[in-house]
């Protein structure tokens, strides 16, 4: 049909009506700024909770006792702190047993306290003159730990661990690695893999702590 009256439906419009409303859409005053709501942690939990059963007690404080609003103010606070201190050390003391778990878990024992070097060589080898050849191990051990303290090669405290000495050495003193590690490999299948260790063990970590450690008389 022709004319200026087109069938309704037969003439494709100027404009594509999706193109339009897409355009119409996208100007700026049909947008709108969405912001992330923050996210909830546990502390703010346990805060809350903390400051419900706060108000509790200062509206149940405030029935009970009659004073003024400054001293219970006052007093408030001071409950506030004691509870706060109270929260603080009960996270220290999970965060330490939790460090403890995960160290126990991973081998990763912690190292007995120092003491001097020429004492605990000698009293590996009494241990090894009567066959204890793994508290010999140990003791030339812990010996060659104190004697690292001495030349600042380590940190010889109960906290460190086998590897983080093995890490401290190679860092501070090269040297004296291959030597260190050789005795606290000996001292780690003894003390960490319940190995059985013989006069053939006892005498490599001798020779390596003789060799290294007491040379030309400087054992600390």
Same mark, same amino acid.
């Given at each position: 049909?022709?004319?200026?009256?087109?069938?309704?439906?037969?003439?494709?419009?100027?404009?594509?009506?999706?193109?339009?409303?897409?355009?119409?859409?996208? !100007?700026?005053?049909?947008?709108?700024?969405?912001?992330?709501?923050?996210?909830?942690?546990?502390?703010?939990?346990?805060?809350?909770? &903390?400051?419900?059963?706060?108000?509790?007690?200062?509206? #149940?404080?405030?029935?009970?006792?009659?004073?003024?609003?400054?001293?219970?103010?006052?007093?408030?606070? &001071?409950?506030?702190? $004691?509870?706060?201190?109270?929260?603080?050390?009960?996270?220290?003391?999970?965060?330490?047993?939790?460090?403890?778990?995960?160290?126990?878990?991973?081998? +990763?024992?912690?190292?007995?306290?120092?003491?001097?070097?020429?004492?605990?060589?000698?009293? +590996?080898?009494?241990?090894? #003159?009567?066959?204890?050849?793994?508290?010999?191990?140990?003791?030339?051990?812990? %010996?060659?730990?104190?004697?690292?303290?001495?030349?600042? #090669?380590?940190?010889?405290?109960?906290?460190?661990?086998?590897?983080?000495?093995?890490?401290?050495?190679? %860092?501070?003193?090269?040297?004296?690695?291959?030597?260190?590690?050789?005795?606290?490999?000996?001292?780690? $299948?003894? +003390?960490? +893999?319940? $190995? !059985?260790?013989? !006069?053939? !063990?006892? &005498?490599?970590?001798?020779?390596?702590?003789?060799?290294?450690?007491?040379?030309?008389?400087?054992?600390?």
């Amino acid at each position: 049909m022709s004319g200026p009256l087109a069938p309704f439906g037969l003439v494709r419009p100027p404009i594509d009506p999706q193109r339009l409303a897409t355009r119409i859409l996208s !100007e700026r005053r049909f947008s709108e700024r969405v912001t992330r709501p923050v996210a909830h942690t546990w502390w703010d939990t346990l805060w809350s909770w &903390l400051a419900d059963r706060w108000h509790q007690l200062m509206d #149940a404080f405030g029935r009970s006792v009659h004073v003024s609003r400054g001293v219970t103010a006052a007093a408030g606070d &001071l409950i506030l702190v $004691a509870i706060a201190i109270l929260v603080i050390a009960v996270a220290a003391r999970l965060l330490m047993q939790i460090n403890r778990d995960y160290s126990s878990r991973s081998g +990763a024992q912690p190292i007995a306290p120092r003491y001097a070097a020429r004492d605990l060589y000698a009293q +590996a080898v009494a241990a090894a #003159a009567q066959r204890r050849y793994r508290q010999a191990i140990a003791l030339v051990f812990r %010996a060659t730990l104190a004697s690292l303290d001495m030349r600042h #090669a380590l940190d010889d405290v109960p906290s460190r661990t086998v590897n983080e000495c093995r890490r401290d050495v190679r %860092a501070r003193a090269p040297r004296f690695a291959p030597a260190f590690d050789g005795i606290a490999r000996l001292f780690t $299948a003894v +003390a960490y +893999a319940n $190995a !059985e260790p013989g !006069e053939t !063990e006892w &005498l490599q970590a001798r020779e390596a702590y003789d060799a290294t450690f007491r040379r030309g008389g400087d054992e600390t």
